[in-house]
């Protein structure tokens, strides 16, 4: 099934949703003109086409491998890899003084979809680099900067994240990975680290792990976490005392080795310190709250490649009879519907993830506003834009029948690789809790009640309007409830708001599509399955919002196993 | 992780909800005597924990393998299917006269719940010679009954059910498999079918194959079809020419070999006619009604086994912290609010199930209305119950975490095997087109009145009797509907009766349940849960249970492609 490039819906939602062409009016992100960013779409889009999207079976019968030197992707990736670096595909939102092209954060989300769309597993590699790059502009010395952000911003060395260890994934103040300082300005490293993304690979010549750890005397929890620079080649050449213990045998993302680290066997692992001792769980937060929205724009992704699957299967598959003869199984209404809601839901998780975006470049512009609402809306891009993209999968799974759980078709891998994307860079239930238990209350709730009065200005929809209206009130409670109730609630309410503001998204959308052909029609009937059939449904939740945590805690944990 | 059999839930729902007891008083059920009840349940419990459950993994490692002489199962199935025969429970569910022990169909299903959570794709193959019992109990000529029934009871032969073929799926009556009269009684079978579970192993000395196939001048479509038998090893003991041509590169059930099969490749494929000649499409009813209660018992199976699985893992691991201290993250509000939903959903799955072969039973012992609620019910039983599986299997995977998504816990195993059960005996949507195109309208509505009145009148929870009321309408006006209309709400409105018709038998058994032990309160709690949380969620679907077709058909098919 040949992968298309989503160009002319990413190209409107980049324009109604994230605002690039206000974006392309400041001096920052001049460089976003039209032209540029219909070049930049469709030279990805043919680029995905034509280097990534092939490489992506591969990626999951074969995957990546472990062996004592490392980590050796499949045949043909190291090549589309530098393919993508001499591309410059990894610039795109890189700011100008890091050698990059300082296009706003929505068109490299819209670059990394299209990519991620072709080849979700190879995606995550160029995904992890750009946290990195985020926490190196945020956090790092002039020095630092220097030395590793050119380097990482074409590709020529990819990034990671070195968060969790053993005892210590959601809970990331129990780790124990520790920090020594050699006296001469660098630390020895030591510790074990999992679930590292492309932790290793033989793609390009160097690897900067951003590893959490504790110094000596540090304060237990959070608080007494810093964050290292350890490269996988040393500035003199060298080889790091980095090593890959073993990959995991996952349900998908075959391409995207997930490594167990181990740093310092030999006492010979040196990093530098990124920003200030005890820093570490902020430019953790840089790093992550970037790599938030990435994860909901792997949703996206998955989203957009089973829908399209899912659609040329169901437009060519002849089964059973309308009344006019044999019927394409697009024509039988329930197949309909399942399609319908594919491409809704679809539109709806990048509405939300590219909003997301825009605001974030609004932000960089320095409006304060907008630094808010990327804190509230972050939590929702990352958690709801991955819960759809795992439905789209499986009603494409669905579309499919039998062929479906067949693992040629392909529609099984987007299945399996969606997975993960509700538990990694924090669990959606982690995301859940931080909109009820931070999100809310920031500028004394002013953040929430300005998102829900935007809504609110431009609702035209009967069904919308109770939804906003239901957020609004649920949310004023759970600013003040008791902590628990608070978290009993916080996935269901996460669900309601989320829906509310693609609805919001997504009405606008419908209102400012312009002409009648396919793209606008299409549009138009997406939206309005959205308004008339998910909004209701998400008003369901209203209960389990409203419901207390002593529903939860009605029966001692041991019942449970009764 | 250890499997427990949910014996004392299992016979509180055969009790409660299934009617065993009463069903003890007949003549026919006379053997299913308390004690009888129990030791079935302990002994068939004792059986899987030792014998099945240990080769669950090897059956996904290692999976069925095909070579040029059949299909090989894994190390240790063959034994362990051997002592499943030895053990007789097999017989559980067959009538006396053919050698079985004459136990209700409720306590069948109990049995093969057990067997299917020690053991989903193994589970599968009894399953299938269930179906094909059946078929030869209702259509077979006595001197068929007295040669195979014995055999497939005990399970010393197993059985296969021959439908689809590579353009026939959902639309039966496309098939092209041929059967010609050889004038003594015999026909000669000629074709291709594909998606055959347990088409071939090496557990037991012979198959039987019940294949439907068209006769020469057959009418066109279903009518068209007769049901033949054909074995793997002829009453001569010579082989027939069926020939095991591949299995199935599937995404999980990787013990249950998904073979295609080639009949009378070699013009050598013997079979005899079962029941009249164009009356394939009556037996095939028969043996699918059976089977699709069967795959929704799947969706219990694998819901029971995922949620035991989620609830140790929660139990045991501990992950940041309450107000004491470390805290285990059972404790945690919302993974404590997925595991309740677990619990909830696997006990709605079960009672649904359950009540559907408490209700087989009656119509057994000639209850009229049983058999109109049997025909009712088995749609919501395969699409819903099937659902949840899949929902539940998937909250597995998510109260793991990262360990979820790695294969050695299990939980990933549970996800994948699951995902096939919405899809064959019939795809949901083709139950939700069942539901409302034939069986809403049987005994001219009364079927479904009656139903809805049973429910109504024991429901005492606001929002369940809001629901209920919610599908009497909405299944009223889908009598006289358009039938794209139909068709167009048929999904959310199945989901939608399912779920009333769910809280309806959990709020007898929480009305039913005594005592204040841990399994008391369990039920207690998750019912409450039940009717307060997933009752108005369902109820969210009105909206598009009222959709009209014409939404889904606003735009041209090739506009899903723009």
């Known amino acids: 099934m040949p992968f298309t490039p989503a160009v002319r819906e990413q190209r409107f939602v980049l324009d109604t949703v994230a605002g690039v062409p206000e974006l392309a009016r400041s001096e920052r992100f001049a460089a976003a003109s039209d032209d540029v960013v219909d070049a930049v779409l469709e030279g990805v889009g043919q680029f995905a086409i034509g280097e990534w999207a092939p490489l992506n079976r591969a990626g999951d019968t074969v995957g990546a491998k472990w062996s004592p030197e490392g980590v050796h992707m499949p045949d043909g990736y190291r090549a589309a890899y530098q393919a993508y670096v001499e591309g410059g595909w990894g610039t795109i939102g890189v700011a100008e003084e890091w050698g990059g092209q300082g296009l706003p954060f929505a068109i490299q989300s819209a670059v990394l979809e299209t990519l991620g769309s072709a080849n979700m597993g190879f995606a995550l590699c160029p995904t992890l680099t750009v946290g990195a790059i985020e926490a190196l502009a945020h956090h790092g010395s002039p020095e630092q900067q220097a030395t590793y952000l050119p380097k990482l911003a074409t ?174 199984i697009v024509e039988h209404p329930d197949v309909r519907r399942m399609l319908l809601r594919m491409k809704a839901q679809t539109q709806a998780a990048r509405a939300l993830v590219y909003y997301a975006a825009g605001q974030v470049d609004r932000a960089t512009l320095g409006d304060r506003d907008a630094n808010l609402r990327v804190e509230m809306v972050t939590p929702l891009a990352k958690a709801h834009a991955t819960d759809l993209g795992n439905e789209v999968a499986s009603l494409g799974i669905q579309v499919h029948g039998g062929m479906g759980y067949v693992e040629e078709t392909g529609a099984a891998q987007f299945f399996r690789d969606a997975r993960i994307t509700p538990i990694y860079e924090g669990t959606n239930g982690i995301q859940a809790a931080d909109l009820v238990g931070r999100k809310l209350a920031l500028d004394n709730g002013g953040g929430f009640a300005r998102l829900i009065a935007d809504m609110a200005a431009e609702a035209e929809h009967a069904d919308l309007k109770s939804l906003i209206e239901a957020c609004d009130a649920l949310g004023r409670t759970l600013q003040t409830s008791d902590a628990d109730d608070k978290l009993a609630a916080s996935y269901p309410f996460l669900t309601m708001l989320s829906v509310a503001t693609c609805g919001w998204l997504l009405e606008r959308q419908s209102r400012m599509v312009e002409g009648d052909d396919s793209f606008a029609q299409m549009k138009r009937a997406s939206v309005a399955f959205y308004l008339d059939q998910i909004v209701p449904e998400a008003l369901g939740l209203c209960a389990a919002a409203t419901a207390p945590a002593s529903q939860l805690y009605a029966v001692p944990a041991e019942a449970f196993a009764a």
Chains 1, 2 share one sequence.
């Open 155 to 328: 590709g020529e060395w990819t990034g990671t994240m070195n968060l969790t260890e053993p005892q210590a994934g959601s809970d990331v103040g129990a780790l124990r990975t520790m920090a020594t300082p050699l006296g001469d300005g660098r630390w020895s490293i030591k510790g074990t680290k999992i679930y590292i993304s492309f932790g290793d690979h033989d793609m390009a010549d160097n690897i900067v792990h951003l590893v959490l750890a504790r110094t000596p005397d540090a304060p237990k929890g959070t608080r007494g976490i810093s964050l290292f620079l350890v490269p996988k080649i040393r500035e003199d050449g060298t080889r790091n005392d980095v090593r890959v213990v073993s990959i995991e045998h996952k349900m998908g993302l075959h391409a995207s080795p997930t490594c167990v680290l181990s740093f310092g066997d030999n006492d010979d692992c040196t990093g530098e310190l990124i920003g200030p001792e005890y820093g570490g769980i902020r430019a953790m937060f840089t790093m992550m709250n970037n790599a938030r929205l990435n994860v909901g724009l792997q949703g996206v992704q998955v989203a957009e490649a089973a829908t399209q699957a899912a659609v040329a299967y169901a437009l060519d598959r002849v089964q059973g009879a309308r009344a006019d003869g044999p019927a394409r």
